[in-house]
């Protein structure tokens, strides 16, 4: 009997009953959820993410590239190495060279990457010269990490005013917290988040395929927009309106959330 007492006690300690560093998903073992790939250090990257180095030899790598965009703005390009994108297990155990990628501007987020490209609007970046920063993070949001540093890759910008030489705001797109034209879209869904509530209360938004919505969204917090299926995303400055203007051409039920709050704002049902 004592025996099995101390082997159930050892079972308890060591079993998927003791507090793991990360949640279990789906198809995700004991020893995955604990975080055995790499060392997880006490050192956090600028954003207070904790690093999680692994060796040099077969680490995960970036690089970025930034080309102006014949229409707005700059299209990304994420070249990596050793490393795949997995949006379907966001949130989940830190396995081997996956997970995703943050974008920041002069070390403010801009969003959060699930694939090698990504399309910056001009509304977004403000006049003047900037440097933008990749890095990546698995799936448990720990930082990869090298000799103690992240692993990042960054670029320089140059935006200059509308209309002038090697600007690249065309057109009618609006400036930071300026509504866009009603001509602009369809529809517009507008929502408030305040204190940790979402206004209207949170409901779905019907919707032809090929219609454009416009996602006109004021948060009293920094948070950051995301339209699952989409993958598409939009920073959400404190206390400023910001709009998201998209074009509904797959059909389904898609979720509209705010990541750092992880509140959801509408359900779009395109048909």
């Known amino acids: 009997m004592l025996a099995l007492a101390l082997l159930l006690a050892g079972g308890a300690a060591t079993g998927c009953g003791g507090r793991a560093t990360t949640h279990h998903k789906p198809g995700t073992s ?124 960054t670029a320089q910008l140059t935006a200059t005013a509308p209309g002038q030489p090697g600007g690249h705001s065309h057109g009618d797109t609006p400036a930071p917290g300026q509504t866009p034209a009603p001509e602009q879209a369809d529809r517009t869904v507008t929502i408030t988040v305040r204190d940790g509530k979402v206004s209207p209360a949170p409901a779905r938004t019907e919707l032809r395929r090929g219609e454009r919505v416009a996602l006109r969204v004021t948060s009293d917090r920094a948070d950051t927009l995301h339209v699952h299926g989409y993958d598409k995303e939009l920073a959400l400055p404190a206390g400023q309106e910001a709009t998201l203007i998209l074009t509904a051409d797959r059909t389904g039920l898609f979720e509209v959330e705010t990541h750092e709050s992880s509140l959801v704002l509408t359900q779009l049902l395109v048909r």
């Open 30 to 153: 004991h020893e995955q959820a604990s975080g055995g790939v790499g060392t997880l250090l006490t050192a956090t990257d600028a954003t207070g993410h904790r690093l999680r180095e692994v060796p040099a030899e077969g680490a995960p790598e970036v690089q970025l590239t930034v080309r102006p965009d014949s229409e707005d703005g700059w299209n990304l390009q994420l070249a990596v190495t050793n490393y795949r994108f997995t949006p379907d297990s966001t949130g989940g155990a830190a396995l081997p060279g996956a997970g995703h990628a943050h974008l920041e501007l002069d070390g403010r987020k801009l969003a959060r990457l699930y694939g090698p490209w990504y399309h910056l609007p001009a509304a977004q970046v403000p006049e003047g010269i900037h440097t933008l920063t990749v890095r990546l993070y698995a799936d448990d949001h720990t930082a990869w990490a090298v000799a103690g540093k992240p692993v990042e890759g």
